[in-house]
Antibody, heavy 115, light 107 residues
């Protein structure tokens, strides 16, 4: 059974960098695509981007200038860095796997508040 | 970016009702459409992928269809556990884009 778990600070100051890590169990990050998706309070889902184990990344153009997704195959983790955050970046952040056709397995989500 | 226009944004229904939610893509995405269900405080759950294919364990009252660039999620007979918010996702072209969501609540 594949399980993903997000970890990182729940509170980030404006203009600083949001950093989250997703730890994967039951699968290996050296295959498939690995994604980050966020959901502001009371709003819909926004795809942030993904990474293939080779390092190939795809980002949402609305965030490209501020986002970096990386993978650590030795730790079986992948990470999100979002620079220069504002209150608009306050959201639940989900890590998720893409096996085929979008996201199939999601982490439980972690709330990040920018304040 | 491909825009996904989902409708309605909300609907009220009763147990046993037939419910239909649509997503219109701004361009051809072939069959690369996924439906998710999300309940409050939970991560989304994949219901249907590749337009028609039911995720393992999802009840057969859920179904998906396509007519051109319009995709439909149908719940044939709404059950109490189906009250939730539903999202579509196009995974044909990066950036992947979600519909705005449809909240299904009790009439």
């Amino acid at each position: 059974q594949v399980q993903l778990r997000e970890s990182g600070p729940g509170l980030v100051k404006p203009s600083e960098t949001l950093s989250l890590t997703c730890t994967v169990a039951g699968a290996y990050v050296n295959s498939h695509y690995w994604n980050w998706v966020r959901q502001p309070p009371g709003k819909g889902l926004e795809w942030i981007g993904n990474i293939y184990f080779s390092g190939n990344t795809n980002y949402n153009p609305s965030l490209t200038s501020r986002v970096t997704i990386s993978v650590d195959t030795a730790k079986n983790q992948f990470s999100l860095r979002l620079r220069s955050v504002t209150a608009a970046d306050t959201a639940v952040y989900y890590c998720a796997r893409s096996l085929s056709y979008g996201v199939d397995v999601w982490g439980q989500g972690t709330t990040v508040t920018v304040s | 970016d491909i825009q996904m226009t989902q409708s309605p944004s909300s609907l009220s229904a009763s147990v046993g009702d037939r419910v239909t939610i649509t997503c219109r893509a701004s361009q051809d995405i072939k069959h690369d459409l996924v439906w998710y269900q999300q309940k409050p405080g939970e991560a989304p759950k994949r219901l249907i992928y590749a337009t028609f294919t039911l995720q393992n364990g999802v009840p057969s009252r859920f179904s998906g269809s396509r007519s051109g660039t319009v995709f439909t999620l149908t719940i044939s007979s709404l059950q109490a556990e189906d009250f939730a918010t539903y999202y579509c996702l196009q995974c044909n072209t990066f950036p992947w884009t979600f519909g705005q969501g449809t909240k299904v609540d009790m009439k």
